[in-house]
């Protein structure tokens, strides 16, 4: 069973910015995708920015330009890096995993806010 764990969620002023790490109880050396989503109160759950098994990186594009993901090779860790955040970020954000042949993993999330 793989475990995703996230960090660096918070309060944050519109403007501010975060960064949020996620690391897994494996080492992650091949996969179909890692990334994070996100879901806000009363709305579905939805990509946020992701990269697949080619390094290739997609982001929704409500955060193409703010949002930057990575990887972390040496500490095993995708992170989210998150600049000039607004109300609208506000969400659970959650860790994804989907390795080559298995089923997908998500993390427990963690909560991002955005206020004054």
């Known amino acids: 069973q793989v475990q995703l764990v996230e960090s660096g969620g918070g309060l944050v002023q519109p403007g501010g910015s975060l960064r949020l790490s996620c690391a897994a109880s494996?080492?992650?050396?091949?996969?179909?995708?890692l990334g994070w989503y996100r879901q806000a109160p009363g709305k579905q759950r939805e990509l946020v920015a992701i990269i697949n098994g080619g390094g290739s990186t997609s982001y929704a594009e409500s955060v193409k330009d703010r949002f930057s993901i990575s990887r972390d090779n040496a500490k095993n860790t995708v992170d989210l890096q998150m600049n000039s955040l607004n109300p609208e970020d506000t969400a659970i954000y959650y860790c994804y995993y989907r390795p080559l042949l298995a089923r997908e993993y998500w993390g427990q999330g963690t909560q991002v806010t955005v206020s004054s």
């Open positions: 494996i080492r992650i050396l091949s996969f179909r995708a």
